[in-house]
């Protein structure tokens, strides 16, 4: 029940939660001046003001496993996915007056999908995309003015790690599932069609967390199955690369989230409780303890780079 905070010249700071929290994933608002913090443990929703770390309201949002939550591009709208409840809840932000309110919910689970996993804006904040969780997976597109289903684009199994990113075009959202040995898209928010590009052929077992370069010639994808790697695709090629993420010999530690800066890519290892710090130019990689190596569950999943 903590949050870490990773600070430039490697020193790591502790917000505590409330008792029972299990903290799963961490967004923040545009400008940066409040943390997201999604709660499996009761499904609530705590947000943190950076500044000072101080916990400024706890949202019920009803059921255990909140799993993901993101501000819309103007901060004003939330949207919280929960794939055991199968609800995906619209909170209005009020940051000056420092006020999260739902306001509604759209419930997307269906006899073969649990629910919404996570969820991506259109650039103009007035659609969204939430990946869903099952067997069939796939994306739901949802209109947020109205929080209702639009559609659904198939996917070739869950898109279950949060594995969405905006384009830098303002139109296009990056995005991979975890079906076989891992597939790769580009969604078209204008024309809401989702395009897979097949050649890569095999990516890796188990794709979760994904993080594209800033001049978006190159996206990072851990890999949690078999083998515990980042898989790294040209993304004006075919290429597939893969950096080892092995902090304990012959022990399955799974990175699992990727966060990244500049050229410095962070991914949270979960099993031995460490961030893998990535130095992206020399291929450096530096293991920092933030959490004891769980002994059941996973003792980091989350992170994020503060705007």
Known sequence: NELKILLGMGSVETVVLPVGSAPHTISFSPDGSYAYVSNIGDGSLIVVRAADRQIVATLDLGGGFTHATKASPDGTVLLSANFTTGMLTKIAADEQAETWTPVSSLNLATPTVRGPVCVIFRADGQRAYAS???????????????????????????????????????RTIFLTSAGGTGHFYRLDTWTDTLYEDTSYGSIGSDLHGLAVAANEKTAYITARGVADEIKVLNLNGTE??????????????????????????????????????????????????VAPPAISGYAVHGIAVRP
């Open 240 to 289: 597939v690369g893969t950096i080892k993420i092995d902090p304990r010999r012959d022990i399955a530690d799974r990175p699992d989230g990727l966060a990244r800066k500049g050229s410095t890519l962070y991914a949270t290892v979960r099993f031995s409780g460490q961030v893998a710090r990535i130095k992206l130019q020399t291929g450096s990689i530096e293991y920092i303890d």
């Open 132 to 170: 869903l969780f099952g067997p069939a997976g796939g994306i739901a597109i949802v209109d947020v003015p109205t929080m209702t289903l639009v559609g659904t684009l198939p996917t070739a199994g869950s898109v279950s790690g949060c594995g969405l990113v905006n384009s830098n075009d303002g």
